[in-house]
């Protein structure tokens, strides 16, 4: 997880890793990771983008622009 998280985050610390796992006497781990991110983008913004039917670049970009600040965000 270490290669995952931000340095400056202490996932260990977090989730009480020694107490929970390392002293705990087992030998197997259950762990569930996720999230839910939910963007609102208003309706203007894209329809300032989308200006041609058949040319969908500027949409595309933009929603990978944001794709890829949500990677940096968490990684």
């Known amino acids: ?7 400056e985050f202490n996932w260990r610390l977090s ?6 796992f390392i002293d705990s006497d087992r030998n197997y781990l259950f762990m569930s990771l996720g999230f839910e991110i939910e963007i609102y983008i208003p309706y203007t913004k894209l329809k300032n983008l989308d200006k041609n039917e058949n040319d969908v670049t500027a949409v595309s970009n933009f929603i990978f622009q944001i794709a890829t600040s949500i990677k940096n965000m968490i990684g």
């Open 1 to 7: 997880m270490d290669e995952h998280f931000k340095p």
């Open 15 to 20: 989730c009480d890793w020694e107490e929970q």
